[in-house]
């Protein structure tokens, strides 16, 4: 028989830890201040940047801040290369990330001067003997291991003003990122800086950065490959040459109702009714300035010329997404690799703690979805081929209607070039 004390049927209510996390020892985050610095106290060139970091520690709640400003080359070398906070009891973070973002309005143009490039590179630990940060425009990705357990994971790429230059240094034994991310401006810096603050307690990994990165990518092109389909399809409607079989699953149009060309290719306007129901599909309606000025031309063409002007810019555009898919497809392959050789960069002894924090089998699951969706975005609604039919079409359509109305005939289409051919060869 148990002959202990009673149980209190109503035991004390445990106390849960404060929301805003452990009670780091001050300084707070960083041992030098990230706000900026009065203009006649700085020293040398300033810029404007943004700066994201997250620290997760064990038994208690994540600590995460961003702050943008002007700062000056040592305040950000100074603030990458700053020791990690530790709570009041010394306790040291399982995870932490570092990461300072610049817009990139021109990918030709870093937006720092030579100096605080350098200065950075050395910050990171990438030799000097070649510049990591003036890669071809083309893009690249690889990574460089100086220092064992401590490698730096290199991205570069290129999307017409979608550019993403991004390196990563990962510190294995305090699993702790540093680096620095260019974007472009058809990636939003605020919606990277606010997935990571989100997403990094439960992906404290090195390559969570570049994952989240390729996913903003992927949501920029899939918008973009939308708009082509859209006009396209607009396209086929005024040529009366489209497979009317197809159904544009994105639209979930009435299967019932008739086709709208005027619905493809304007915004319904306010207060009409609008057959748009999924709310993906509604936030790519938003159209860019150039996606609404093209569709208000495709809206108002009446002649062959212009309908053929509207499917070169289209055909161009949608070569540049293409490309930038496959560009994506072979970063997410790169990623999906080095996700497998992490346990080669952490020593043995650290490989189980590491596991539950770092979430590695996770990540791989995501970038493998990635790289699925891109490779269906690759082919989505087949655009390459019923691009190229479009503009067969309107080219035959335009020698048809110049012969019906008599500018001139087959014999006199043929003399013409003859005499152009021989014209070229006198002038030679």
């Given at each position: 028989?148990?002959?202990?004390p009673?149980?209190d ?11 805003n ?9 960083t ?8 203009a ?39 603030w ?18 570092r ?6 309005q021109?990918s030709?143009?870093?937006p ?48 017409n003003?979608g ?13 702790i ?16 800086c ?8 439960a ?11 390729l ?15 859209r ?44 057959w ?47 490309a930038?898919?496959q ?13 497998g050789?992490?346990?080669d ?5 650290n490989?189980?703690r ?10 791989r ?6 790289q699925?969706n891109?490779r ?43 005499t ?9």
């Amino acid at each position: 028989m148990d002959q202990g004390p009673e149980r209190d049927p109503k035991p004390p209510t445990r106390l849960k830890p404060p929301v805003n996390g452990p009670d780091l020892a001050p300084p707070y985050l960083t041992p030098t201040p990230l706000f900026p610095a009065p203009a006649q106290a700085r020293k040398g060139p300033t810029t404007k940047v943004h700066k994201v970091e997250c620290w997760v520690f064990d038994g208690a709640s994540p600590v995460t801040a961003s702050e943008g400003g002007t700062f000056t080359r040592d305040q950000i070398t100074d603030w990458l290369k700053a020791p990690s906070p530790t709570t009041q009891s010394a306790v040291k973070p399982a995870a932490g990330l570092r990461l300072v973002c610049w817009e990139q309005q021109d990918s030709m143009k870093w937006p720092f001067d030579k100096a605080t490039c350098e200065a950075i590179q050395d910050a990171l630990g990438l030799p000097k003997a070649s510049s990591y940060l003036n890669l071809p425009k083309s893009g690249a990705c690889g990574k460089y291991l100086g220092i064992p357990g401590q490698p730096i994971f290199i991205y570069h790429r290129s999307n017409n003003n979608g550019t993403i230059s991004t390196v990563l240094k990962y510190d294995s034994a305090a699993n702790i990122t540093t680096g620095y991310a260019l974007l472009g401006p058809r990636i939003s810096l605020e919606d990277l800086c606010t997935k990571l603050r989100s997403q990094f307690p439960a992906f404290a990994h090195p390559l969570l950065v570049s994952a989240v990165l390729l996913e903003l990518t992927a949501t920029d092109l899939m918008r973009e490959l939308y708009h082509i389909n859209r006009l396209l399809t607009a396209s086929e409607y005024k040529t009366q040459s489209g497979d009317w079989e197809i159904k544009d699953s994105l639209a979930n149009a009435d299967p019932n109702a008739a086709p709208k060309p005027a619905a493809l290719v304007l915004p319904p306007a306010p207060g009409e009714a609008s057959w748009w129901h999924d709310a993906a599909t509604a936030e790519m309606q938003n159209e860019p300035s150039y996606w609404k000025d093209m569709s208000r031309e495709m809206q108002d063409c009446t002649d062959n010329h212009q309908l053929a002007r509207i499917l070169g810019f289209l055909g161009c555009r949608f070569a540049f997404m293409n490309a930038a898919v496959q560009c994506s497809l072979a970063t997410v392959e790169f990623t999906l690799q080095e996700i497998g050789l992490m346990n080669d960069y952490v020593a043995p002894a650290n490989r189980r703690r590491l596991r539950g924090v770092m979430n590695g089998a996770a990540l791989r699951d995501r970038a493998e979805l990635l790289q699925s969706n891109l490779r269906h975005m690759a082919v989505f609604a087949a655009i390459g081929p019923r691009m190229q039919t479009q503009q067969t079409v309107v080219s035959a359509l335009a020698l048809v209607l110049i012969v019906r109305h008599g500018f001139f005939t087959w014999e006199g289409l043929a003399g013409q070039l003859l005499t152009e051919s021989l014209r070229g060869l006198t002038a030679v």
